[in-house]
């Protein structure tokens, strides 16, 4: 079985090749041409996260590299080696992306939607029917903010709170067109946000949660309250506007990656199936301000609306407008489907403020009580 995956060296496509790994004996990696040294980052991933030596050692024998520009007609490959890829493939998990929630909409168009693109195009050049899966985000379902998001719901009726969320959107919608024309099976997967409590470190990618930890220290930056130490009096209040009984949905990218690999051990039916992969249990959106307090020194309060006396501070948040909405966020997702495939859940990794700290902070304690506004980043 030849299988290609996009974004392999991505935060989840990491966990993603993993896991394939475990179960298949090759794969062909479709890396980004842009980014030097995939199969060295693949390694060093892999060394960072204590894989076996012998996987390490197997590595270079049983990936194929193809570095590829998604956003490019035929991934900027020339047409025979496009063509040959096509020929081999019988299976191609797509997990390249964009997720910058403060992205404009051409450059996540670009890579989310033009990318997407160029892999059903790959699906359908060739002679096998391959499989997709495709990775979307439970966000695909947009600034609706309350209410049971079902996995068979796919619409732009409420808008969206972000470019990011309508690019993934017009991916998924592409698909279905793709799958009713093709008549070829896809298999939608869609994590919540994905979290890790790995601390940082210089061979891992970014995640999403250290975005929110970079636009806190700017904010203090910005607010010229960089120098603050939490013994200070006085520490100065963020006002957020959020619901204070919100919650989010946090799926550790490990638990994510598995899932998805287990999901497609099931025959897919020929249409597209889609699968939430979402926790079971929420995060309070109060977790999150308290994360909050935990990265800088300040005290952070959810407020009903927007006040009318804006603090430095508080005016600073307003350069994020991507990613504040979602603390208004008090929607569940259904994921009946997902569950009816993996049985109950079996993930028992707790999701709670220690644990989103330990992704952001080389080591618990985040870092002695009276350290400067931001901390280490
Ligand atoms: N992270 C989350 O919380 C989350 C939640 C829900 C859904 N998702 C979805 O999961 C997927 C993976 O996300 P992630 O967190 O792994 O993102 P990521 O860490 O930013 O990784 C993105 C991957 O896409 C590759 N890539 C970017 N532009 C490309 C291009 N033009 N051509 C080829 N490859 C390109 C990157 O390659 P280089 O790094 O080598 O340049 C990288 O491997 C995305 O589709 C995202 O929408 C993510």
Redesign the pocket.
Known sequence: MNIAL????????LRLLRCLLERHGALTL??????AD?LG?VTRFLEATGAPERLIAELPARVRVVP????RPRMGLPTARFEELADACDAIWH?????NLEGDLASLRR??VE?TRAVLELAAAGPRRPVIYH?????VAGARREGVVYEDELDDAHGFENSYERS?YEAEALVHAWARTHRSPVVVLR????VTDLPPHPEL????LQVMDQLVGDAMHAAGLAGKRRSDPGLPVMRLVGRRYGHLNMMPVEDAATAMVRLADREPSGRVDTYHVVHDHDVPVCAVTELMERLAPLRARLVDRRPDDVSALEASMDFYPGITPYLRHHRRYDDTRARTVLGPPRSVTRVDVDYLLSGLRPARPAWPTDAPAGGPH
């Open positions: 996009t974004g392999a060296t991505g935060f989840l496509g479709l890396t980004h041409s842009a980014s995939a980052r590829t520009d998604l956003s997990s390249a992306g964009s997720i890579v989310n990318g990775v979307s985000t439970a966000f993934k994590p919540s946000i994905l990618p970014r995640h999403p």
